[in-house]
């Protein structure tokens, strides 16, 4: 099946610092990727949706000047934790799709927690 | 909110002991999709029901779906140790997004 990584798998940081999350599909080209966060014990909320080469759509509620999404090539993705707080604290994961109403395969997540 | 809800919220049972679990959903869907997540893990997608079927199989793993009452039920036979992990479904819809249910924690004891 198809293979998404994150990068990094967890990261620690200060409050105030940012933080850059990287989503790559390694052996298929992703048109589509999505950002979702997930809290202890709770379910997978979708954050965004971010099509290569335009801006992403975000979901409502979700702050798209402290979630920066970049989706520059049909490989990568990258999410963006602008000036962390501790409430920013949980596990991300990216899911990456070729086409539109395909399967999404999912990435391994990245744990972040902020001091 | 669009989330969908899944029955139990958590589920203890014996090995060789069958586990179900339900979903009810809230809008019109293109298919309803069954993940599992070991803890602190990612996802492993497990099977995927499409809104004119009814009913799936694959291994130890049947799936049913009911538009009718936008529901679902994944049930898992002869359970094992190694399934212990939380089952979420999640529903895709015409905007392709996956709208995830609230999710079963299944701890399977040996």
């Known amino acids: 099946g198809a293979v998404v990584s994150q990068h990094p798998s967890w990261v620690i940081c200060k409050s105030g610092t940012s933080v850059k999350i990287e989503c790559r599909s390694l052996?298929?080209?992703?048109?589509?990727m999505f950002w979702y966060r997930q809290f202890p014990k709770q379910s997978l909320m979708l954050m965004a949706t971010?099509?290569?080469?335009?801006?992403?759509?975000?979901e409502q509620g979700v702050e798209k000047d402290k979630f920066l999404i970049n989706h520059a090539s049909l490989t990568l993705s990258t999410l963006t934790v602008t000036s962390a707080h501790p409430e920013d604290s949980s596990f991300y994961i990216c899911?990456?799709?070729?086409?539109?109403?395909?399967?999404?395969?999912f990435g391994p997540g990245t744990r972040l927690t902020v001091l | 909110s669009q989330q969908g809800e899944e029955d139990p919220q958590a589920l203890s049972i014996q090995e060789g002991e069958n586990a179900t679990m339900n979903c009810s959903y809230k809008t019109s869907i293109n298919n309803l999709q069954w993940y599992r997540q070991n803890s602190g893990r990612g996802l492993v997608h497990l099977i995927l029901i499409r809104s004119n079927e009814r009913e799936k199989h694959s291994g130890r793993l049947r799936v049913t779906l009911d538009t009718s009452k936008k529901s679902s039920s994944l049930l898992i036979t002869a359970s094992r140790a190694a399934d212990t992990a939380s089952y979420f479904c999640?529903?895709?819809?015409?905007?392709?997004?996956?709208?995830f249910g609230t999710g079963t924690r299944l701890q399977v004891f040996p």
């Open positions: 971010s099509n290569e080469g335009s801006k992403a759509t975000y």
């Open positions: 052996d298929f080209q992703a048109t589509t």
């Open positions: 899911s990456a799709s070729d086409l539109p109403g395909r399967e999404q395969f």
């Open positions: 999640a529903t895709e819809t015409n905007t392709d997004k996956l709208i």
